[in-house]
């Protein structure tokens, strides 16, 4: 185990630093942020000489060992639109999209098992052909367009839910979300289902798969044999066995929703980080999208390494050392 976190470790670091050096070097390829700060009446000396003093006008290698050096103590720049530090600004926004990515994998998770199972254990049923139509669908569907058909029906066409904004918030337990009280409920919805919409067909297709590997395997045939009971087999020891690659799969995926939530937030106007990096983008706010990139890049990262430890306790066979 401590050879395994030695290792991911070091690639945790080498990732780290390409990461920022690409997140780095698209910086001169957005626009000029000058034009952002100071629209166009400003002379074109003065602009010059603010270039200067912002470093902007420094060469490629001096300016990313000055960021390097400033990250590693913590300090990613500040942002040019909210005057404060980047990290700052994406963790007010973080706790939206947690909150959204968290009730979007609650469904994900609470749908595509049971979904997934039934569609094994009964291929040729009516219920599971639907699903399986449904689901293929689903993939196939943009978010975007999930999201706006959702809003169409049930805010504008029905007017059952609202179509925009994250709600009421309360924090009972000092973190402010929308979970406990039922405006703020209402409001997480639609976002929550158009977000899920894309990892659900899969997960349900993912689920099926490995049921139906399971349901065919010697140990199911000899559990039939033995005269255990069908639904003990099929939800205590294949049902088991079939989870275990979802841990990999969906901690990966999970993960995956973070940056994925750029364009659910973008329809919803849900005031995440998905929303901060698209409004970084249009003002040009490079130390804000540079920051964004690396703290995307370091969820994955880690959500990787903890999804292998995880397996690694729930799977005692599994070799981390020899997988590091």
Request: charged share 15%; with cysteine.
């Amino acid at each position: 185990m401590l050879t395994f976190l030695l290792k991911r470790l070091f690639q945790m670091v080498v990732v780290m630093f390409v990461i920022s050096l690409i997140a780095f070097s698209i910086q001169d390829n957005l626009g000029d942020p000058l034009r952002e700060l100071v629209g166009q009446s400003v002379s074109e000396e003065a602009r010059q000489q603010m270039r200067t003093e912002m470093g902007l006008n420094d060469p490629f290698l001096v300016k990313y060992s000055r960021f390097v050096g400033n990250a590693l103590q913590g300090d990613f720049g500040d942002s040019y639109f909210y005057k404060k530090p980047t990290l700052d600004v994406i963790f007010e926004k973080l706790p939206a999209t947690l909150e959204l990515v968290f009730c979007a994998s609650v469904l994900i998770i609470a749908l595509s098992i049971p979904m997934g199972t039934y569609s094994a254990i009964k291929p040729r049923a009516f219920l599971s052909r639907l699903v399986m139509g449904i689901s293929i669908v689903g993939i196939s569907v943009p978010v975007f367009l999930t999201a706006i058909l959702l809003m169409y029906v049930f805010s504008i066409e029905l007017g059952w839910l609202p179509a925009y904004g994250r709600g009421e918030l309360t924090s009972p337990l000092g973190w402010e979300s929308g979970l406990f009280n039922w405006q703020g409920f209402r409001n997480l919805i639609l976002p929550s289902v158009a977000l899920s919409s894309i990892m659900l067909p899969l997960f349900i297709r993912l689920v099926r798969s490995e049921m139906l590997e399971q349901l065919s395997s010697e140990y199911v045939k000899f559990g039939h044999a033995k005269g255990l009971s069908k639904y003990r087999i099929w939800f205590v020891h294949a049902l088991k066995n079939t989870l275990l690659p979802l841990i990999t799969v969906g901690g990966v995926q999970i993960g995956t929703m973070v940056a994925y939530t750029i364009l659910t937030e973008t329809v919803f106007q849900w005031p995440g980080i998905g929303l901060l990096f698209l409004d970084a983008i249009n003002r040009v706010d490079t130390p804000l999208i540079t920051t964004y990139v690396i703290f995307v890049g370091f969820v994955f990262v880690l959500t990787n390494t903890l999804v292998d430890l995880i397996y690694g306790v729930v799977n005692p066979t599994v070799n981390l050392a020899a997988k590091g």
